[in-house]
């Protein structure tokens, strides 16, 4: 079965630390990806998605993610986080016409 | 616009009794999908509706079901609830539903069954 693996459940980082959440998806063929950002108390966000072309996506807030085939892989990195990063992360999946295989997340906190 | 609105915020049960949620999309969103959120399994997709017919269909059961009104307005409704339904309900919305469109996502219906 299709499936997502996010394998850091918790991260918790000092404000300007770089950060990197793993995502690994299982082979499909053709995949579009997706991450989503859940802030405390707020609804899931896009922060960014990769259909095709550069592999290196950039985002918003200064989020990027790279598509890695050979890896069935697609990082979120992000060189300085913030406080106000503080949330929940999802890497997610659309293989063809199916609908979006989301990870179980990860809940990065970002200490001051 | 307004964002996808789902109601009610809050619901508490108990096992056994039915619940009914439901999600009115961004307007001009036809594609209704529902998706369940638990701290062990992550978002789960549970189905999507388009013009008022189910077109997709995740891996629950079938006390899980929903149903889309012709203005788009979808609702979800689990019967004989059980402990392990206890989670955050989310809907999402898209004009088409094509997967590379931006989902527009509710803030929940957290459920609790107890």
């Known amino acids: 079965a299709q499936s997502v693996s996010q394998h850091n459940h918790h991260v918790i980082l000092s404000e300007a630390a770089s950060l990197e959440l793993g995502c690994n998806y299982s082979?499909?063929?053709?995949?579009?990806l997706f991450w989503y950002v859940q802030y405390p108390g707020q609804h899931l966000q896009l922060l960014l998605k990769?259909?095709?072309?550069?592999?290196l996506v950039k985002g918003i807030k200064g989020f990027e993610a790279e598509f890695i085939k050979s890896k069935f892989s697609f990082n979120l990195r992000k060189p300085s986080v913030q406080w106000s990063d503080t949330a929940e992360y999802f890497c997610a999946v659309g293989y063809n016409t199916d609908k979006l295989i989301f990870g179980t997340g990860t809940r990065l906190q970002v200490f001051p | 616009k307004a964002g996808v609105t789902q109601t009610p915020r809050y619901l508490i049960k108990t096992r056994g009794q039915q619940v009914t949620l439901s999600c009115s999309p961004i307007?001009?969103?036809?594609?209704v999908s529902w998706y369940q959120q638990t701290p062990g399994q992550g978002l789960q997709f549970l189905f999507e509706y388009f013009s008022e017919t189910q077109r997709n269909k995740g891996n629950f059961p079938g006390r899980f079901s929903g149903r889309q009104f012709s203005n788009s307005r979808s609702e979800m409704n689990v019967s004989t609830l059980e402990l392990g339904d206890s989670a955050l309900y989310l809907c999402?919305?898209?004009?088409?539903?094509?997967?590379?469109?931006?989902?527009?996502f509710g803030s929940g219906t957290q459920l609790s069954v107890l």
């Open positions: 990769y259909f095709s072309g550069d592999p």
């Open positions: 307007s001009g969103h036809r594609s």
């Open positions: 999402a919305s898209s004009v088409t539903g094509a997967e590379d469109e931006k989902l527009f």
């Open positions: 082979y499909g063929g053709t995949v579009n």
